[in-house]
């Protein structure tokens, strides 16, 4: 009981910072993970962490090998 309440006023106030994001909505996810957490343990965190990581990972590297796109220049008359 104690962990899904800090877990959800941690949520609260890490989703102030995060843009789209209500702080009703990060006190959810913030009980979520705590429960989530309590499931996997420590090896099944550890996974989420290394394929979280992975994810971002391959996404940046996409994003960097896209070539820039041009601005259209403005209509001359």
Same mark, same amino acid.
């Given at each position: 009981?104690?962990? /899904? *309440?800090?877990?959800? *006023? &941690?949520?609260?106030?890490? =989703?102030?910072?995060?843009?789209? &994001?209500?702080?009703?909505?990060?006190?959810?996810?913030?009980? =979520?993970? &705590?429960?989530?957490?309590?499931?996997?343990? *420590?090896?099944?965190?550890? =996974?989420?962490?290394?394929?979280?990581?992975? *994810?971002?990972?391959?996404?940046?590297?996409?994003?960097?090998?896209?070539? =820039?796109? /041009?601005?259209?220049?403005?209509?001359?008359?």
């Amino acid at each position: 009981m104690l962990g /899904k *309440i800090l877990g959800g *006023i &941690v949520g609260a106030k890490a =989703a102030k910072r995060r843009r789209g &994001v209500s702080e009703p909505g990060g006190a959810l996810m913030g009980v =979520a993970s &705590v429960a989530l957490a309590r499931r996997f343990g *420590i090896p099944g965190i550890l =996974a989420a962490a290394a394929g979280g990581y992975a *994810i971002k990972t391959y996404s940046d590297r996409r994003s960097a090998a896209k070539p =820039a796109r /041009k601005k259209a220049s403005p209509a001359q008359s």
